[in-house]
């Protein structure tokens, strides 16, 4: 079934869990694109240290 089709018979509780499951993934991975942040600027203050 292709997407169009789908998309079509989408009940509103559908969307609506859809919605929530994307939300909470969303969370996620701005959780982990924040904590990757922190380690890249720790790493670039180490490099600093190390070619001092």
């Not at 942040?37 to 203050?45: F, P, Q």
């Amino acid at each position: 079934m292709s997407r169009a089709k789908r998309a079509e018979k989408a009940t509103p509780e559908g969307e609506d869990a859809l919605n929530a499951r994307l939300m909470a993934e969303n969370a996620v991975l701005k959780k982990e694109n924040k904590e990757l942040g922190m380690e890249r600027d720790v790493l670039k203050r180490c490099m600093v240290l190390w070619v001092k």
